[in-house]
T-cell receptor, first 113, second 116 residues
Framework: NAGVMQNPRHLVRRRGQEARLRCSPM?????VYWYRQLPEEGLKFMVY????????ESGMPKERFSAEFPKEGPSILRIQQVVRGDSAAYFC???????????FGPGTRLTVL | AQTVTQSQPEMSVQEAETVTLSCTYD???????LFWYKQPPSRQMILVIR??????QNATENRFSVNFQKAAKSFSLKISDSQLGDTAMYFC?????????????FGTGTLLAVQP
């Protein structure tokens, strides 16, 4: 059973460009979570999605950030008009049901030049 | 507010020795889960151990065990017979699940170095 997949593993963008981060949950998991880890810090919750629904986006910045988890395909975290402060590791996690442990992907390291 | 506090930014232990990492949390909820995650240099988040708040018995997983003190809101991790591969950042995390919320709140981490 493959784990949580994230791609790309590394992404470099210039200021003002868009960043798209993809996450495929573990097989059978319908709950997806995105976390951000700034340098030298712990992970901070951003958003929790189920298929086609955003359940909790209390950790998402109000502007430039959006997330989706369509009926078919991976979950996408989109950052528009990136700034240097967006440079971080973005982790996706999935769970089978609630409440339950969350399994993490390897992360996407975003660097904004 | 739900918070997790790890008061030890860095710790060091000799190989084969035992080390305890501390964690305290704050919540008004009665039902929750607590976890310890390990993040080695590869940056992958690896689940080490979990504890359900309604269980009084402390969780154990091979060389890893916890001391869960619900009244004190304390959740420490004990690593016995430390190995070089245990060198990593360790995060304590608290799972909130009520209503439509199901999210992990992480501490700031403890960097553990196992010395040969």
């Amino acid at each position: 059973n493959a784990g949580v997949m994230q791609n790309p593993r590394h992404l470099v963008r210039r200021r003002g460009q868009e960043a798209r981060l993809r996450c495929s949950p573990m097989k059978g998991h319908s709950h997806v979570y995105w976390y951000r880890q700034l340098p030298e810090e712990g992970l901070k919750f951003m958003v929790y999605l189920q298929k086609e629904n955003i359940i909790d986006e209390s950790g998402m910045p109000k502007e430039r950030f959006s997330a989706e988890f369509p009926k078919e395909g991976p979950s996408i975290l989109r950052i528009q008009q990136v700034v240097r402060g967006d440079s971080a590791a973005y982790f996706c996690a999935s769970s089978l049901d609630l409440p339950n442990e969350q399994f993490f992907g390897p992360g996407t390291r975003l660097t904004v030049l | 507010a739900q918070t997790v506090t790890q008061s030890q930014p860095e710790m060091s232990v000799q190989e084969a020795e035992t080390v305890t990492l501390s964690c305290t949390y704050d919540t008004s909820e009665n039902n929750y889960y607590l976890f310890w995650y390990k993040q080695p240099p590869s940056r992958q988040m690896i689940l080490v151990i979990r504890q359900e708040a309604y269980k009084q018995q402390n969780a154990t997983e091979n060389r890893f065990s916890v001391n869960f003190q619900k009244a004190a809101k304390s959740f420490s991790l004990k690593i016995s017979d430390s190995q070089l591969g245990d060198t990593a950042m360790y995060f304590c995390a608290f799972l909130i699940y009520y209503g439509a919320t199901n999210k992990l709140i992480f501490g700031t981490g403890t960097l553990l170095a196992v010395q040969p």
